[in-house]
């Protein structure tokens, strides 16, 4: 248990923007002093509003994924402020047929949406990390056409744990791990009211497709043993 939540995106801004309430995406990239290499998109899932889950998918295959237009408006958003060299997210708005970028920022190493792409993707981002501060030139060629998933698990209203664990023979196919984020004495809430709220668990899928990992993160919380009181 790491006792703490996981970080979601966009980080360090709070609640996503009210712009955004189209559809946006993640484009993560690779920044080498002037040079951006898109590795992966993401896709928010329930991102707004009430919803007590959410997280990201990843399809290597994500139909956005090395369109020119995609690929220029993400250069075009690390003319700015964005950091010049570093693994970096840039959020897109999509409305209609229409693009828009609306920021892009550092991300920490453990961000959740990473470990989506990484597993969907086979790119030891990592690694990349660690040879882009050595000054040399990583190796990003996707070697994985698979997709993954992450998802962020929250109770249905504020409780305190008396147990929380994973019933392994209840596990649906896909899931790939579990991570719990609280344990016997803590305080687990949704997110609700601007508030972030605290979280059960994290749990990461791989599939063939978007759809198996959302269909295994569906089913998951039948996976999970929670004893508890309302608070």
């Known amino acids: 248990m790491s006792g703490r939540g996981p970080v979601l995106l966009p980080p360090g801004t709070g609640e996503w923007p009210q712009e955004a309430r189209d559809p946006v995406a993640l484009v993560v990239s690779v920044a080498r002093d002037g040079h951006v290499s898109c590795v992966f998109v993401a896709r928010p899932e329930h991102a707004f509003g009430r919803d007590p889950f959410r997280g990201y998918v990843v399809e290597a295959a994500d139909p956005l994924f090395g369109?020119?237009?995609?690929?220029?408006l993400v250069r075009a958003m690390h003319r700015g402020?964005?950091?010049?060299?570093?693994i970096t997210v840039t959020t897109l708005q999509l409305k209609g047929g229409a693009?828009?970028?609306l920021g892009t920022v550092e991300p920490p190493a453990e961000a959740a949406v990473l470990r989506a792409g990484e597993l969907a993707t086979g790119v030891d981002l990592t690694l990349a990390r660690a040879v882009l501060a050595a000054g040399a030139e990583p190796r990003l060629a996707v070697r994985r056409r698979g997709s993954a998933g992450v998802r962020v698990l929250y109770p249905g209203r504020g409780l305190t744990l008396d147990g929380l664990r994973v019933e392994p023979s209840d596990l649906p196919g896909g899931i790939w791990?579990?991570?719990l984020l609280a344990g016997r004495g803590e305080f687990v809430s949704p997110p609700e009211g601007g508030e972030e709220g605290s979280p059960l668990a994290l749990a990461?899928?791989?599939?063939?497709?978007?759809?198996?990992?959302r269909r295994a993160l569906d089913l998951l919380p039948r996976?999970?043993?929670?004893r508890a009181r309302r608070s």
Do not use: H
């Not at 402020?81 to 570093?86: E, L, Q, T, V």
């Open 223 to 226: 996976a999970l043993r929670v």
């Open 177 to 179: 791990e579990v991570e």
């Open 67 to 72: 369109r020119p237009d995609v690929d220029g």
């Open 99 to 101: 693009l828009r970028g």
């Open 81 to 86: 402020s964005a950091p010049s060299r570093g």
């Open 204 to 213: 990461v899928a791989v599939g063939e497709d978007g759809a198996a990992c």
